[in-house]
């Protein structure tokens, strides 16, 4: 039961253009959402979040989109750098919910070429 | 910037035998969790711990596991007799809250290798 789906596996993206790396989610539940990158070797690394009340958070260089009647939300990156490359993790749960309901996606490899 | 640190970095053990994988959290944190990530699989929650005791766990967190905070500042997962399918990267974490509004820090992982 996926209720977290990245279906993209990897993206790869040119330096200085936008990266959006998207996540989808089943359970109507969910109202708290939360992206993580993670390089090689190292554990994730939270990024930015957003709850349900808002359809966008933006925090320098990141944005998320969140569009809860499809159930969707996007990370944006805008402009890509190299150093951006790594395995984006989506997160969901509950506003109120302890971090034993957070429900994690697969991941996406992001690849940003100079 | 404090750190969460997980020791070793890479385990490989038999199977049948048991094997303990360390933690220090962060050390203002009172929250502490363990997670697995299967390779080409999501990251799962295994368990959350807080004043000395078990405070949520998941299915996969049978009788064959358990947690420990033998010390002040080490934390500890324990897999009484491995299998193979316990093959995965463990990711120690630690926040100051139990809420999902509240992010984790997370170590750099133990790679556990059963063969």
């Known amino acids: 039961d996926q209720q977290v789906k990245q279906n993209s596996p990897s993206l790869s993206v040119q330096e200085g253009r936008i990266s959006i790396l998207n996540c989808d989610y089943t359970?109507?539940?969910?109202?708290?959402f939360l992206w993580y990158k993670k390089y090689p070797a190292e554990g994730p690394t939270f990024l930015i979040s957003?709850?349900?009340?808002?359809d966008k958070n933006e925090d320098g260089r990141f944005t998320v989109f969140l569009n809860k009647s499809a159930k969707h939300l996007s990370l944006h990156i805008v402009p890509s750098q190299p150093g951006d490359s790594a395995v984006y993790f989506c997160?969901?749960?509950?506003?109120?919910?302890?971090?034993?309901?957070?429900?994690f996606g697969k991941g996406t490899k992001l690849s940003v070429k100079p | 910037e404090p750190e969460v640190t997980q020791t070793p970095s890479h385990q490989v053990t038999q199977m049948g035998q048991e094997v303990i994988l360390r933690c220090v959290p962060i050390?203002?944190?009172?929250?502490f969790y363990w997670y697995r990530q299967i390779l080409g699989q999501k990251v799962e929650f295994l368990v959350s711990?807080?004043?000395?005791?078990?405070?949520?766990k998941s299915e996969i967190f049978d009788d064959q596991f358990s947690v420990e905070r033998p010390d002040g500042s080490n934390f500890t997962l324990k897999i009484r007799s491995t299998k193979l399918e316990d093959s995965a990267m463990y990711f120690c974490?630690?926040?100051?809250?139990?809420?999902?509004?509240?992010?984790?820090?997370f170590g750099d992982g133990t790679r556990l290798s059963i063969l």
């Open positions: 974490a630690s926040s100051d809250g139990r809420r999902i509004t509240q992010p984790q820090h």
């Open positions: 711990f807080y004043n000395n005791e078990i405070s949520e």
């Open positions: 050390s203002n944190h009172l929250y």
């Open positions: 997160a969901a749960g509950a506003y109120g919910g302890s971090q034993g309901n957070l429900i």
């Open positions: 957003i709850s349900s009340i808002k």
């Open positions: 359970n109507s539940m969910f109202d708290y």
